[in-house]
C-alpha cells in the first residue's frame, strides 16, 4: 500500500531556512500536498506540486520534488516563529478517492 | 462559501454511547472523505464518499458507519463508543479532478 514517511522534529533559528522533508513509495502518486497544522487547528494547504513538476515557487515557499527517490521537500526561506507548526505531507494517485499522510513534522523556530 | 463545517467542534462520550459528527460542504464537491487525527501520527482514512449514495471504507473503519444522501452533507456515526475512539475527527471534501482538498475544522472527542 501506500506509504508516507516524514522526520518527526526539526528546530531552526529564525531568520534562517527551514527544509522540511519527504518520502513515499507511491510510483503512481499524482499530486503532493504540504499542510500546516498550528495547535488546536485544522489544517491550512499551504501548497500542492503535481507529479509532472520538479519544483514550485509561492512566496517563503519552495517545494521540490524528486520523482526518481520519490522524495518530496519544502524549504522555508527566512522561517518566522508564526511558522512553527506541524507540517504534512500528503500524496494521492490515479483512481485514489483520499490522500495518504505522512506523520507530521513539527517544526520549532527559536527567537 | 463557509466551506467545508463541522459540528460539534468538542464533545465527550462515556463508553457505549453512540453519536453522530455532522460535516457539511457548500462548493458542491463530490468526494468527500472522514480522517481520524491522533497524537504523533498523520490523518488515517476512515470512510470516505464518491458521490451521493456511494460510500467506501478507508484504512480504520470499524466503529464507524456513513451515508451519503446528499451531496451537501457527509455524517460519521460512531455506533457505540470507544476510547480507543478519542481523537480529533476531519472532514475533507474535493472535486475528482480537483487538487485541492479542503478539511473542516475539526471535532475533538473525548471517550471516557
Known amino acids: 500500500g501506500e506509504d508516507v514517511e516524514q522526520s518527526l522534529f526539526l528546530s531552526v533559528r529564525e531568520g534562517d531556512s527551514s527544509v522540511i522533508n519527504c518520502t513515499y513509495t507511491?510510483?503512481?502518486?499524482?499530486?503532493l500536498y504540504w499542510y500546516k497544522q498550528e495547535p488546536g487547528a485544522g489544517l491550512q494547504l499551504l501548497t500542492y506540486?503535481?507529479?509532472?513538476?520538479d519544483m514550485k515557487q509561492d512566496q517563503r515557499l519552495t517545494v521540490l520534488l524528486n520523482k526518481k527517490d520519490k522524495h518530496l521537500s519544502l524549504r522555508i526561506a527566512d522561517t518566522q516563529t508564526g511558522d512553527s507548526a506541524i507540517y504534512f505531507c500528503?500524496?494521492?494517485?490515479?483512481?485514489?478517492?483520499?490522500?495518504?499522510f505522512g506523520s507530521g513534522t513539527r517544526l520549532q523556530v527559536q527567537p | 462559501n463557509a466551506g467545508v463545517t463541522q459540528t460539534p467542534k468538542f464533545q465527550v462520550l462515556k463508553t457505549g454511547q453512540s453519536m453522530t459528527l455532522q460535516c457539511a460542504q457548500d462548493?458542491?464537491?463530490?468526494?468527500m472523505s472522514w480522517y481520524r487525527q491522533d497524537p504523533g501520527m498523520g490523518l488515517r482514512l476512515i470512510h470516505y464518499?464518491?458521490?451521493?449514495?456511494?460510500?467506501d471504507q478507508g484504512e480504520v473503519p470499524n466503529g464507524y458507519n456513513v451515508s451519503r444522501s446528499t451531496t451537501e452533507d457527509f455524517p460519521l456515526r460512531l455506533l457505540s463508543a470507544a476510547p480507543s475512539q478519542t481523537s480529533v475527527y476531519f472532514c475533507?471534501?474535493?472535486?475528482?479532478?480537483?487538487?485541492?482538498?479542503?478539511f473542516g475544522p475539526g471535532t475533538r472527542l473525548t471517550v471516557l
Open positions: 506540486i503535481f507529479s509532472n513538476m
Open positions: 462548493m458542491n464537491h463530490e468526494y
Open positions: 507511491d510510483s503512481s502518486s499524482t499530486y
Open positions: 464518499s464518491v458521490g451521493a449514495g456511494i460510500t
Open positions: 475533507a471534501s474535493r472535486t475528482p479532478q480537483g487538487d485541492e482538498q479542503f
Open positions: 500528503a500524496e494521492t494517485g490515479a483512481g485514489r478517492r483520499a490522500l495518504t
